[in-house]
């Protein structure tokens, strides 16, 4: 019996990205929907769909033979465990624990900004100086954590140690992420040298050439907004907009009904 894999994503999401990564990697034939969301793509049945199957209503979401997952860490090592050829995760326990934290730093932390960014700039959120505030935080906190990485990756050829695995897929998408606002490591840093060579993959290259694709256009985001479409505010990018210095945008978009938190089973 051949194996079905659907991923539920959007191309822009790193979330999703790293998961067709692992995927790709492990030459593992999967079908792509896009649940709707208002965007290119979507379509009324899978949006009924994937809120079956999703109660977060988040991308991505992994069904494998009618099993259906969601949290892209959890679906990471499924997809370790399950297709087990080849191995993306380092032999030792202290190397798979380096590479879990720099998956779960990637995926709060450093996202947070991005998404951020992304708020001001695609959907609008902000405006004149509390725009400008909000851009700056967010760019000086990514080189903040460009010095970070530079340091986790060290004298290694790649994150995961000495081949590409599953650290580098978990960076990958989250550092392009921060290309897309012309944010980038130094070219000359061992960072920027490490993207370089990651952007050059097979994999990563298609994985990010359909995300490039998929770019939102925010004068059409921005009237999703007004039509109430709503974004996630859970977690790590509550925090980030409030330490930011953007509660108004909060209270802003809890007005208008167009920001929501995690609403699973309510």
Known sequence: MTDSV??????????AQKIKLALREKNVAFEVLIPGFGTPGASATQAL???DISPRQEVPVLVHNGQALFESPV????????WTAPPLLPSSAAERARVRV?????????EANTWGLGEVL???RAK?????QLIQYAQAQI??????????????HWFNGQEFGYADLCVAPHVNAAARFEILPDSNSTLGQWLARVNKLENVAKTQAEALAAELDPTTMQAALAAGF??????HRLEWMIRAGGLEVVTAGLTAKNIRFNNAFS
Not at 6 to 15: D, I
Not at 128 to 132: F, N
């Open 6 to 15: 659907v991923v539920y994503e959007h191309p822009l999401s790193p979330y």
């Open 49 to 51: 769909a994937f809120a």
């Open 75 to 82: 679906i990471l090592a499924y997809i370790e465990e399950t």
């Open 102 to 110: 720099l998956e779960n730093v990637m995926d709060t932390q450093f």
């Open 122 to 124: 695609i959907f609008g």
């Open 128 to 132: 004149d100086q509390l725009a400008t």
């Open 143 to 156: 080189q903040t954590w460009f010095d970070w990485l530079v340091q986790q990756l060290g004298a290694r």
């Open 230 to 235: 709503q974004r996630e505010y859970r977690d």
